[in-house]
């Protein structure tokens, strides 16, 4: 596997990275408000980020005035484990470069998804990488062997949230899996352990030699 860079034109089917934003008092919230677990956390709404300049200019510019929500993802990670996609887009803005392993929502083939689909971009700290809603992610990994993330997450407010308990009309409400998250796991993934529908055919790709 290669690990392309968000600026790459490979990277202009899944997002694009925003310019013209100062993320430092955000970035700094980030490293002084929010810990770094060993494996890999995350919280949906972060007051500390919230309470910065950028949740403004997020909200109104990036989203047009949508209410939005800025959490984050820290930790250590190198794995894919599962691949989860929004009805909207998310933006991602790094403390520490971190790689992002992603798909398109139309690989999805009968509710399976072949992992030798995914592909990986690696983002610079700082960056302002949004990733468009019909693109498959899930949490950011390392961009070096010993290294670590943290990562500010944008999303529409309520995302990640409760599940909401609806009737199944159709096969994609198998994979809903919290508000506004549809989920494909891996079957050697901890969600799929915890009932996650198992949607990942081949490989749990791994990056930890590639980096």
């Known amino acids: 596997m290669k690990i392309y860079s968000v600026n790459d034109k490979e990277f ?17 919230a980030l490293d002084k408000s929010t810990p ?6 995350y919280v949906p709404s972060e007051a500390a980020l919230e309470n910065t300049k950028l949740f403004g200019l997020l909200q109104n510019n990036a989203y047009g005035g949508m209410p939005v929500q800025l959490g984050w993802c820290n930790g250590h990670n ?3 484990n599962c691949l989860e ?5 998310e933006f991602n803005i790094g403390l520490y470069d971190f ?3 992603v798909a398109k929502e139309d690989d999805i083939v009968d509710g399976k998804l072949d992992t ?3 592909m990986a971009f690696k983002a610079k700290a700082g960056d302002v990488v949004e990733v468009y809603a019909t693109t498959l992610h899930y949490a950011p990994c390392n961009a070096t062997k010993d290294g670590c993330f943290k ?10 949230g409760a599940k909401p308990n609806i009737t199944p009309v159709y096969d994609e409400d198998k994979t809903l899996w919290a508000c506004n998250k549809w989920l494909l796991a891996h079957a050697e993934s901890d969600e ?3 009932g996650a529908y198992v949607g990942l055919t081949g490989e749990n790709i791994d990056i930890k030699d590639i980096i």
Do not use: E, F, M, W
Not at 36 to 41: F, K, R
Not at 152 to 160: C, E, Q, S, Y
């Open 116 to 118: 030798s689909k995914v």
């Open 12 to 28: 202009a089917a899944y997002g694009k990275v925003h310019t013209g934003y100062d993320v430092s008092d955000l970035l700094s």
């Open 192 to 194: 799929a352990k915890q």
């Open 78 to 80: 190198t794995k894919l």
């Open 99 to 101: 790689v992002l392993l």
């Open 151 to 160: 990562v500010v997450i944008a999303l529409p407010k309520g995302t990640n």
């Open 36 to 41: 770094l677990p060993d494996a890999v956390g």
């Open 85 to 89: 996609y929004h009805r909207d887009s």
